[in-house]
């Protein structure tokens, strides 16, 4: 699969070594070669297009499957050939994780869209969990990087606020779990992920990951069982996986929720950024 932002980062470097090569002849000869070749393409997806708008029924259909592709998508942004505007495709976006926001005890609303820049709100979840709001962000981050990388930037209210107001936002990295598309309801797995023991579990249809460690005893939960979207350790603590993990019987307790998302066809977990360092903020996007 394309890393579109890798891609995209490798271009902008290149363009800045163009941009600094000392011959001004050489460095004039190569930029209008790449913009007479993007030109070229450019022409050349406006022409697909056109022919699949002519196409009838299974014409339209490519049409649609092309234009929501993630990378055909940023192609036709680069070209300004992207039929769907970006508010659309902004609430497109979140109206696809909403199932996901909402199976978590939380939601998203965008609140503004203004030169480019969003401004969002995630709502519900457990108010007294740094980590949920975490999880909850990420997701959005995700889809919203997918759908709109035209994007400049969005602002998320309702995260938690960070320890240290200096800290700087770093991308998540994303660590596939192989055998969790195969787990069965009410079901549960230990699931390590780069040292961390982590544990995924399926209710209602849908995926949790969470840390492996009972908040008020400290035992392994995986040793616990799952009845009815409630997950009790070995002790009888009770943890509710569809509310963020918060306690039956205490509100101030909670699990400790790993952001889990479905990219790229597989199950993926992100361990960064740590809960503790979390906060809500300006997100600029990367281009």
């Not at 196409?55 to 092309?66: R, T």
């Not at 592709?69 to 497109?92: C, K, W, Y």
């Not at 869209?113 to 997701?139: N, Y």
Request: proline share 6%; aromatic share 4%.
């Amino acid at each position: 699969m394309i890393d579109m932002n890798g891609s995209g980062r490798r271009v902008q470097e290149l363009m800045e070594q163009i941009d600094a090569l000392p011959d001004s002849g050489a460095r004039a000869l190569v930029q209008e070669c790449m913009a007479s070749l993007l030109g070229f393409y450019g022409q050349g997806l406006e022409r697909i297009l056109q022919i699949l708008k002519r196409g009838g029924i299974n014409g339209q259909k490519a049409y649609d499957e092309l234009i929501h592709d993630r990378i055909v998508s940023g192609l036709l942004l680069i070209h300004g050939l992207h039929p769907v505007d970006l508010d659309t495709r902004l609430r497109e976006a979140l109206e696809k994780i909403r199932p996901y926001m909402q199976s978590h005890g939380g939601n998203v609303e965008l609140l503004s869209l203004q030169a480019d820049f969003a401004h969002l709100r995630l709502q519900g979840a457990c108010k007294t969990c740094p980590s949920s709001g975490v999880t909850l962000e990420l997701a959005v981050r995700h889809a919203i990087e997918e759908a709109c990388p035209d994007l400049l930037g969005f602002e998320v209210e309702g995260a938690p606020a960070a320890a240290d107001p200096a800290h700087t936002r770093v991308a998540p990295e994303w660590t596939p779990i192989v055998d969790a598309p195969d787990l069965e309801e009410g079901a549960l797995i230990r699931a390590p992920v780069l040292g961390n023991p982590l544990i995924i579990c399926k209710s209602a249809g849908n995926l949790y990951a969470y840390r492996d460690r009972c908040p008020a005893c400290n035992l392994p939960l995986h040793l616990g069982t799952l009845d009815a979207g409630m997950l009790a350790c070995r002790a009888g603590h009770r943890f509710s996986i569809r509310n963020a993990g918060r306690a039956a019987d205490d509100s101030h307790l909670h699990l400790a929720p790993i952001p889990l998302i479905l990219k790229d066809g597989t199950v993926q977990v992100s361990l960064a950024p740590d809960p503790s360092d979390s906060r809500a903020g300006v997100v600029a996007m990367d281009h």
